[in-house]
C-alpha cells in the first residue's frame, strides 16, 4: 500500500468516525486538509471543502480530481449522499482502499492476477450497492491497469449491452475468466446474487496470488 493510499484510508476510516459523533463534513474536511501530507491530497480536499460550501455535492466535486479519487470511491459517495447512507458507503470504500480495489490506477501496478481480484471485488461491492452491471463494467474498466482486462472488460460491457448474459460475454475470453468462474457466474445471474459471486471469485484469485 503506498502512502498516498494509506493516507486517503486514513482519512475515510475517520471521517465515518466523526460523522457517527455528528461532526459536520465541511469541518471535517478542513481539518482533514489541514492535516494532509501529500499536496495533490490536500489541493483536493479544499476543493471539496470550497464545493461543499457552494452548495455542490461532495462526490460532484471530488470528480475534477481522477487523480486522487477513483471513480468507484466517487459513485460510493454519491449513493451514500443520495440515500442519506454515508456512513455505510464509506465503510465500504476503506475495505476498497485496503484491499486495493478501489485506488486510482496510478497507485497500482499492472499485476494481472491482482488486477483481476481488483475487477470482481469491485463488482461484488459495487452491486451490492445497487449500481447497475452495465455502470460497474464501465467504472471498472477504466479503472484497471491491466491492458488486456481492461479491453475484455469493455467488449464484455458491449456484448451485456447487446443482449447477452453477463456469463455469455464472459464466455469469449477462456484465458481470464476460465468455464469454473463462468458457471459460479451463470448460478449467481439465475439467482440475483452476482455481487456474492463477485466477493467469492476475488477472494478464491487472491488466494492464488
Known sequence: MTKAIKEQVGFWAAMRKKLKAGVPILTILKEARERATNPSFAAALGTVATGLGSSCGMAETMAHHPDVF?????????????????????????KGLRSGAYSVVKDRKPNPRREMAHFWRGCGWLMDAGIPLDEVLEILGKETAH??????????RKSVQGGKSFAEALAAFPRLFPDKVRRVVAVAECK????????RIAATVERRT
Not at 440475483?192 to 466477493?199: C, F, P, R, S, T
Open 70 to 94: 477513483s471513480r468507484m470511491t466517487c459513485r460510493l459517495v454519491l449513493i451514500g449522499e443520495q440515500g442519506g447512507m454515508l456512513e455505510e458507503t464509506i465503510g465500504q470504500i476503506v
Open 192 to 199: 440475483e446474487e452476482l455481487h456474492k459471486a463477485g466477493l
Open 147 to 156: 491492458s488486456p482486462l481492461r479491453e475484455a472488460i469493455r467488449r464484455v
